[in-house]
């Protein structure tokens, strides 16, 4: 189904300044959110799936900075926002959910207060019984029963309140809600619970949601696409049918090559991927992949691809798959 995009992101780079030197944690990253979507962010730990994340919220501090790019959001640059704009930005039209949302709750606030100050801060005119109403609604929609409204962060299961948290973002009508590894903390039954309200509050609330997860099985589960994200660059990008049945980079090939399946019979081996990912101090040249990849060109050490269209839709981050004088071998078509 084709969407209008939401968010757009372009040449997107953020640096953290450290004192062994500048780690270059996502490097000229380009790609859209569409409304509506559910779009999966995976990759092993340390590929920069949390600082994109933040990233798209504006939410890196000093030493970090945004070093490249654009953030387009519904049409509007928010790299052009001052900070008040950017506040009234981050409640109203983004919302970010943890993955341990006791950090992010105050715990001496009840859970209509919370609402209900969150309403008022961004739309101070609104009386407290007003808002109180929109919450005690939102609440019942959220499946939270209304005696849980007196209720602090401590007295609720994990389950609750991650969606006390996802109704943070919606009290406001965010447009787009980014879940940072929001289910990992549950226990399965739980996870696929909340995994389950994700897709019914997108589908009844119309938001698009950013998931960013270790979670493989999960994401093909809910989301509509996946980006797949390795050393800080999208590697591959496409919907979850096309890149599950036939992932086209090599690590993404090898990331779903490791995730265990029921179907996998004795003799099935999981895929190990060699080596280690880089320390994103030092990157490796061209393609950031090429130490670790079974298919790697000379071209591959030399030039960094660019993430083009396939034919099936997806993008892909490869060599294999784009024509360079300098490539010796045959290109791949798809
Ligand atoms: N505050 C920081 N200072 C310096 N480097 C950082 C900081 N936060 C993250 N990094 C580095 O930036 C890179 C990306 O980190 P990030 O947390 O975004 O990855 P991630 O994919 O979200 O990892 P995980 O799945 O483990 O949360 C890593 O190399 C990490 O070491």
């Known amino acids: 189904m084709e969407r209008d995009t939401l968010v757009k992101v372009e040449d997107l780079s953020v640096t953290y300044h450290t004192r062994i030197g500048p780690v270059s944690a996502v490097d000229h990253v380009s790609f859209e959110i569409q409304k509506g979507e559910i779009l999966g962010l995976v ?7 949390s600082t994109l994340g933040k990233a798209l919220m504006r939410l890196i501090e000093p030493p970090a900075e ?6 387009i959001f519904d049409g509007e640059d928010i790299m052009q926002y001052d900070e008040e704009k950017m506040r009234d930005f981050r409640g109203r039209r983004t919302s970010m959910i943890f993955q341990d949302p006791m950090t992010s709750l105050n715990p001496m606030q009840r859970v209509d ?27 019942e929609r959220l499946g939270i029963g209304l005696n849980r409204l007196g209720s602090y962060p401590h007295q609720l299961s994990g389950g609750m309140r991650q969606r006390v948290m996802t109704g943070l973002g919606l009290v406001l009508n965010a ?19 909340l995994a389950d309200q994700l897709r019914e509050i997108r589908d009844e609330f119309g938001v698009t949601l950013l998931m960013i997860t270790h979670n493989i ?20 990008m496409g919907d979850i049918y096309t890149v599950f049945e036939k992932p086209l980079h090599p690590y993404t090939q090898g990331l779903l090559g490791s995730v265990p399946s029921i179907e996998l019979n004795d003799r099935d081996e999981l895929f190990k991927m060699p080596g280690e990912p880089p320390n994103l101090t030092h990157p490796p040249t061209g393609c950031r992949f090429h130490p670790r990849c079974q298919h790697a060109m000379p071209i591959c ?16 981050h490869c060599w294999l798959y784009q024509d360079h004088p300098e490539k010796t071998e045959k290109t791949l078509k798809v």
């Not at 945004?66 to 953030?71: A, E, K, L, P, Y």
């Not at 099985?217 to 591959?236: I, N, P, T």
């Not at 050490?301 to 892909?316: A, I, N, Q």
């Open 43 to 49: 990759g092993e730990s340390g590929c920069g799936k």
């Open 66 to 71: 945004i070093s490249s790019g654009h953030i």
């Open 113 to 139: 207060d919370h609402l209900v100050e969150a309403i008022q801060v961004h739309e101070p005119k609104t009386k407290r019984e007003k808002a109180l109403e929109r919450t005690t609604v939102l609440i």
């Open 175 to 193: 447009e787009l809600i980014i879940a940072d590894e929001a289910t990992t903390s549950l226990d399965v039954i739980v996870e696929a619970k």
């Open 217 to 236: 099985a999960l994401v093909a589960e809910m989301a509509d696409r996946v980006a797949v994200m390795y050393a800080g660059h999208v590697v591959e």
């Open 301 to 316: 050490s030399r030039l960094e691809p660019d993430l083009l269209k396939t034919s099936s839709g997806s993008l892909v």
